[in-house]
């Protein structure tokens, strides 16, 4: 498996629009943050988690040509806005493109873009999918198994998921007991860790921290990260073993 962060940012990516702050005017450019999103390639399948806001420029960056299913996590914006961005690349591969998410993410899906699944419009102006519901249980890409993984994202019921001994968990304040279960010896962890200041939807530097000790991966990458937050800032406080995820950084387990 080869993952690539596509996106680390925050909802708002970074820099932040208008502000003066030493991290938006940073000139590492791994302080240039898009939102959060992973691209996974296993063998010859091309995994999209979450095509947001950015997705379009993400995928001209990296060039992806490719992409065989897109697994939302949850429907806010800054993780489903790039629906649309899929129908060029249905162009280029010439095949339709599947889509996952739990049953609130596919009801606003259709909300946002009801052109795309009322089969009213003409194929060529809407992008060619075709779309699952998950719940709790497995489910497979192409033979590929994906456990999802139930998290909170304040009071809304969102979904992490784990492939092999990866797990992906972004937009995280809260851990339900019996998820940690499906968090077991993993290779590598990527894990939202928003800011210091305490936010009512996402965990705090600290609270990742905590959640990253207790999982125990080999590997933790912290993601979604705010402005208030500098790269180099986290390397000099963060353990080897936890490090901040930057865009266009690339991972591979064997």
């Keep these: 498996m080869k993952i690539v962060f596509l996106g680390t940012g925050t909802s708002t990516g970074i820099p932040l629009l208008s502000c003066n702050c030493a991290t938006c005017q940073s000139s590492d450019p791994r302080d240039r943050r898009l939102r959060t999103s992973v691209w996974l390639q296993i063998q010859s399948i091309n995994i999209i988690i979450d095509a947001g806001i950015d997705f379009r420029q993400q995928a001209l960056l990296y060039q992806i040509s490719t992409v065989d299913a897109v697994v939302f996590t949850h429907h806010h914006v800054d993780h489903v806005f790039g629906l649309d961005d899929l129908r060029p690349i249905n162009f280029i591969q010439r095949k339709t493109i599947d889509i996952y998410g739990n049953s609130l993410t596919m009801e606003h899906l259709q909300r946002i873009y009801p052109y795309v699944f009322n089969g009213k419009d003409c194929p060529s102006d809407i992008p060619k999918i075709n779309w699952f519901v998950f719940d709790s249980d497995i489910f497979t890409i192409h033979n590929i198994a994906v456990t999802p993984i139930p998290v909170y994202h304040g009071e809304l019921l969102i979904h992490g998921f784990r492939i092999g001994n990866f797990a992906y968990l972004t ?84």
């Design 171 to 254: 937009d995280v304040s809260r851990i339900p007991a019996e998820s940690y279960s499906k968090l077991k010896n993993l290779d590598i962890l990527v894990l939202g860790a928003l800011r210091e200041r305490p936010h009512p939807t996402h965990f705090t530097l600290k609270e990742a921290l905590n959640e990253a000790q207790k999982i125990g991966a080999k590997k933790t990458y912290l993601v979604h990260i705010s402005h208030e937050l500098s790269h180099q800032g986290l390397l000099q406080r963060l353990p080897a073993h936890i490090q901040p995820a930057y865009d266009g950084l690339e991972v591979e387990i064997p």
